[in-house]
């Protein structure tokens, strides 16, 4: 199993940045893929980007390319979001989560976070 654990989320003017991390302990070695999602109120869970974790290679969605920015500290075990230029359209509870194989579908995740709230102001 992997354990994993966001922070950094809070409230945000419109404009504004955030960082989001995501600290993973257990079994880590056994997950090549972390991804970032969210989920607004009455929303179905959204995917955000996704890195693998050995070679960096990253994805998004067109909705946050170029303000967004998914990484990860190998040594640290810990993988972050960095999200700038943010909108009142990107509130919503932000969750990291964990998957064996490349995909941008949450149902293919089986380890995820407890979740952190974003909050942006117009």
Not at 21 to 49: D, H, L, N, Y
Not at 103 to 110: A, F
Request: net charge positive; hydrophobic share 30%.
């Amino acid at each position: 199993q992997v354990q994993l654990v966001e922070s950094g989320g809070g409230l945000a003017q419109a404009g504004g940045s955030l960082r989001l991390s995501c600290a993973a302990s257990g079994r880590t070695f056994s997950r090549s893929v972390m991804g970032w999602f969210r989920q607004a109120p009455g929303k179905e869970r959204e995917f955000i980007a996704t890195i693998n974790w050995i070679t960096g290679y990253t994805y998004y969605t067109d909705s946050v390319k170029g303000r967004f920015t998914i990484s990860r500290d190998n040594i640290k075990n810990t993988l972050y979001l960095q999200m700038n230029s943010l909108k009142p359209e990107d509130t919503a509870v932000y969750y990291c989560a964990a998957s064996y194989h490349y995909s941008t579908r949450p149902r293919d995740y089986d380890n995820w976070g407890q979740g952190t709230q974003v909050t942006v102001s117009s």
